[in-house]
């Protein structure tokens, strides 16, 4: 009996032990599970490389999609012809007690009051974009140092009938021809087209011809005497002086080109011949001066055509 049981207990171990290893949960060996997840990782990075390598791809193709000439014009062209707003001008606006001083005198048809910029390093034209973060702000067409007293706004360089650069007024638009001449020290509401200095300019014949354009420019550059006075393109900048300015914008044709679309620029100015008087009424220390003025003749400009 004594071996019989033993023979029991025996067995009835065995049989424990060898069912508790049958509902045990597998266990993976440390090699089995560093390889399983190697393969995963495998998988996951040559997801990855091929989305890269798509997206690489992708930016190396050229863009299908171009901007049509009306989104160009729209874009690019037109935003350099436009007149800025008080937004653009907040920083370009005569001084209070100016605006109050000459109250009288600005009521007065064809009259005006503008402030030009000392700084020419935001003046853009065209072909000259200033990328200074001081600039970046500037959203006045030619920075504000240029003025068209035929349009009444600040313009681009070369559209202008006044621009001001280093201390000195100059006028020297694109198919433009600008005469100056210093009045001396005369008050605009005296200043008439009887005025001492300004038969020349009354009388002075539009030349019909890029040549002859060209002819009178070279003229104007070196200083024409006439009547006791000089005139030319330009003048140092003079406190409490009046200038009269001729401005002859001919009409034509100048052809540009933008984003590969043509324009003819002349479109986007307002030609015409105008005769008028400015005077300085401050310099403040950046620079920047105040003019007030007003139009003495504006009639229609000739054309200029080839030689």
Known sequence: MKGLGMVFWWLLITFGYCFGQTNQTPVTSPARRSSDDQQRENSRMSRNADSAFKDLHNNDIPQTFQKTPIEIMAQYIQPLY????KKDLKDLIPAPNLLAQYDQFLKLENTGIFKLSGDIT???NISVVAATESCA???IP???TAFSFRANTH???HLADLALEKDILKTDGVMQQGIMVSLGDIE?????ADTAGLKFLMDFKPATTKEELQKNDQELSNGIKADGFIYRFGFYVDKNTTFA???IAYRGKLIRSIKGVNYNEMDY???KDVLVVFRIIEKDQNGDITVLWKEIVRKDSPELKEN
């Open 269 to 271: 100015d307002k030609r």
């Open 188 to 192: 605009l509401d005296k200043v008439t």
């Open 82 to 85: 436009r007149k800025p707003g």
């Open 142 to 144: 030619g920075g504000g």
């Open 137 to 139: 702000s500037n959203t």
């Open 122 to 124: 935001c003046a853009k």
């Open 245 to 247: 300015l001729r401005s």
């Open 155 to 157: 313009r681009i360089l």
